[in-house]
């Protein structure tokens, strides 16, 4: 009887142990979790900040393309690619939504 005792006993000592790494584990996960979810959020942030950059760059260079040149067909041409290129980011903004 001793040892069935003492068995069981060293059972419910293991299961306990494993119940207490299994909350771990999952405050582990839920942190985790967290973590991803502003990490997305930052690459997020990021990709907005460049694509903000690059349509600045392109202005920038609408800009001195006009101030060296002054040839309005390739202005114009210019010009249209920027509206496609803004409308095809409205409408991807519009799609995330």
Do not use: C, W
Not at 19 to 24: S, V
Not at 62 to 91: F, Y
Request: net charge negative; aromatic share 4%.
């Amino acid at each position: 009887m001793f040892d069935f005792e003492t068995t069981l006993s060293g059972i419910e000592y293991k299961v306990r142990q494993l119940i207490e790494q299994n909350n771990r584990l999952k405050a582990d996960i839920a942190q985790l979790a967290t973590e991803k979810e502003e990490l997305n959020e930052k690459i997020k942030n990021q990709e907005d900040k460049i694509n903000e950059l690059k349509q600045e760059t392109e202005i920038l260079k609408i800009r001195n393309t006009l101030v060296e040149k002054g040839d309005s067909a390739e202005i114009k041409l210019k010009i249209n690619q920027m509206i496609r290129n803004i409308d095809k980011s409205l409408t991807l903004l519009t799609n995330m939504d």
